[in-house]
């Protein structure tokens, strides 16, 4: 059987110093970043920060919509949705959205939870011989979102955030954690600059299913498709996954 081939993916991590609460600019700072790539990837609430007065951005998603459809560039980024919700959406360069993501776990430090409402879907979509799923910053917390995922086939895993300094090391830890114990590569993309409450550092990362740095900072990536398929059927940790319920014994 001839060996199957896929072609390239060129990732873009893109890392932004977003406007504190001003739509109109981020939108043109989005679309002055954005860098020839198959996939471009803004970081979390890119249209306003990461801000506890979510007034929903109506404008973002049409926005997402367009940008894709005139560059030809498949484009991740968050905003505000109505809900109010932190989402990230994916945008084709047709001009449809091939994914929306409602963040699942609210950052209860900074009262995020009392101001949005947590999703409840993750969903995993293909695209250019990846299966994807998108997650947004505090997620990273919780392995158990990507490994339900990662069992539902995901390989590549985006993580969109606003992180701040202070825990910059957490952040990549995590990043190449998920990547490793899920045999996926994970993309995360941190904002740049500061605003009223914190000080962001970038550092994104795109990381391997073997946990090793691609890319850190802004830039773009090559990805293969087959790189998961391959580890996974070389050493099948996932096989291994119980799906029941761990029963812990005495002590």
Same mark, same amino acid.
Request: aromatic share 8%; with cysteine; glycine share 6%.
């Given at each position: 059987?001839?060996?199957? @081939?896929?072609?390239?993916?060129? &990732?873009?991590? &893109?890392? =932004?110093? +977003? ?31 990461? =801000? ?18 005139? +560059? ?23 001009? =449809?959205?091939?994914?929306?993501? %409602? ?13 949005? =409402? ?5 969903? &995993? ?8 799923? @998108? ?61 009223? %409450? ?21 830039? @773009? ?31």
């Amino acid at each position: 059987m001839p060996r199957r @081939i896929l072609p390239r993916v060129k &990732v873009a991590l &893109v890392e =932004t110093d +977003t406007a504190w609460e001003d739509e109109k600019a981020n939108r043109k700072l989005v679309e002055d970043a954005l860098p020839p790539s198959d996939l471009a990837v803004f970081p979390e609430l890119a249209f306003s920060g990461f =801000t506890m007065n979510p007034r929903v951005d109506a404008r973002a998603e049409p926005f997402l919509r367009e940008l894709a459809a005139r +560059t030809g560039t498949c484009i991740a980024a968050g905003y505000v949705a109505k809900g109010p919700v932190n989402m990230a959406a994916m945008a084709a360069p047709d001009g =449809t959205i091939l994914a929306r993501y %409602s963040k699942m776990h609210p950052f209860r430090f900074a009262g995020e939870h009392q101001h949005y =409402t947590r999703g409840d879907d993750l969903p &995993v979509v293909p695209l250019r011989g990846f299966q994807i799923a @998108i997650l947004i910053c505090y997620d990273l917390r919780f392995p158990e979102a990507f490994r339900e995922a990662a069992l539902r086939g995901a390989d590549l895993f985006l993580v969109l955030a606003n992180w701040p300094e202070e825990r910059i090391a957490h952040w990549s830890a995590l990043l190449r954690a998920r990547a490793i114990e899920n045999q996926a590569y994970v993309v995360g993309v941190n904002r740049v600059g500061k605003d009223p %409450s914190h000080s962001y550092p970038g550092r994104s990362l795109a990381v391997d299913p073997l946990g090793e740095i691609l890319l850190e900072g802004a830039g @773009i990536v090559d990805l293969d498709p087959l790189n998961p398929t391959r580890l996974r059927n070389r050493f099948p940790a996932l096989k291994d996954v119980r799906t029941d319920r761990y029963r812990l014994g005495p002590g």
